[in-house]
């Protein structure tokens, strides 16, 4: 059974930062590709960023990056969000998962499987 778990959400003020962890379980984690979406209340799901299995190449959308870093810590099973310069419209749940093939992909059914999310709520 592939496990998921985020944590690390909560209210921040806009200007502020905040670190997500995932913490992962069930699966070679390490043979995995990572990604990070988000998803607000009346949206579709969005990409935010990705991480290769060996934790040397990332990718961002473009209203993240510069923004939010990705890193892995493959000997612990987790995989990191660090969000800065928050923003009201970085409000949503956030969510991992794992891509087992090839690439950093956008596009969330080229994942697997899930985390239940947490929530992040930046206040203006």
């Known amino acids: 059974q592939d496990q998921l778990v985020e944590s690390g959400g909560g209210l921040v003020q806009a200007g502020g930062s905040l670190k997500l962890s995932c913490t992962t379980s069930?699966?070679?984690?390490?043979?995995?590709?990572m990604g990070w979406f988000r998803q607000a209340p009346g949206k579709e799901r969005e990409f935010v960023g990705a991480?290769?299995?060996?934790?040397?190449?990332?990718r961002y959308d473009g209203s993240v990056k510069g923004r939010f870093a990705i890193s892995r810590v493959n000997a612990k099973n987790t995989v990191y969000l660090q969000m800065n310069s928050l923003k009201p419209e970085d409000t949503a749940i956030y969510y991992c998962?794992?891509?087992?093939?090839?690439?950093?992909?956008?596009?969330?059914?080229?994942?697997?499987?899930w985390g239940q999310g947490t929530q992040v709520t930046v206040s203006s």
């Open positions: 998962a794992k891509k087992p093939t090839e690439g950093l992909s956008e596009h969330y059914y080229e994942y697997n499987a």
């Open positions: 991480i290769n299995w060996r934790g040397d190449t990332t």
């Open positions: 069930g699966f070679t984690f390490s043979s995995n590709n």
